[in-house]
């Protein structure tokens, strides 16, 4: 059974522009989560979506946006970017709607300059 | 490969033997609590769980022991080996309609050879 996939695995952006992260769960789940990891703040939960419905929302700014499809891949955004927001960030899958065991994708490595 | 953190509490083990992890967790209400292993370059990995209802659980060389009294978590390692070289983080949520995990700082071991 494949993992958690996550693309790109690294990427560049300028500040001010746009990026759309890629994550396809674990073939059966249906929920995904997505996470924040920065050396100061740790692992955020950023927003979890179930079943194309957001169920979960952490505490980040609205240019933070997410969506799920029916086959349950996830995208997220993250508009007008910031130097703050280069980090590693991560999806993980779980089969159902409650936490049990979620499995991590390798992560999106996000550089702002 | 990824560096997932600076300045993080760091443990350093013989190879052969025993590491004992601790987490503080924030939320009372929490009823389920996972670890982490995080290696450089890849997402977090599910190493073992348990429920609030239990206080002890053993895996594969893995021991999580859980004291709701003073809301600490802990992980024993029997037997290190250079493998388990990685930052490991504690996670809590509540168990039932709700995939979001609120993970701890982490923790570094580093097992000499």
């Known amino acids: 059974k494949a993992g958690v996939t996550q693309t790109p695995r690294y990427l560049i952006k300028t500040r001010g522009q746009q990026v759309t992260l890629s994550c396809s769960p674990i073939?059966?789940?249906?929920?995904v989560s997505w996470y924040q990891q920065t050396p100061g703040q740790g692992l955020q939960f950023l927003f979890e979506y179930f079943s194309e419905t957001q169920r979960n929302k952490g505490n980040f700014p609205g240019r933070f946006s997410g969506r799920q499809f029916s086959n349950s891949r996830s995208e997220m955004n993250v508009s007008t970017l910031e130097l703050g927001d280069s980090a590693l960030y991560l999806c993980a899958s779980s089969g159902g709607p409650s936490s049990y065991e979620q499995y991590f994708g390798p992560g999106t490595r996000l550089t702002v300059t | 490969g990824e560096s997932v953190g600076l300045h993080l509490p760091t443990l350093s083990v013989q190879e052969g033997d025993n590491s004992i992890i601790n987490c503080a967790y924030s939320n009372s209400a929490s009823d389920y609590f996972i670890w982490y292993k995080q290696e450089s370059g890849k997402g977090p990995q599910f190493i073992i769980d348990i429920r609030s209802n239990m206080d002890k659980r053993q895996g594969q060389r893995v021991t999580v022991l859980l004291n709701k009294t003073v809301k600490h978590l802990s992980l024993q390692i029997a037997a290190t080996q250079p493998g388990d070289s990685a930052v490991y983080f504690c996670?809590?949520?509540?168990?039932?309609?709700?995939?979001?995990?609120?993970f701890g700082k982490g923790n570094q071991v580093v097992v000499i050879p």
């Open positions: 073939s059966g789940h249906r929920s």
């Open positions: 996670a809590e949520t509540r168990l039932y309609g709700n995939n979001r995990l609120a």
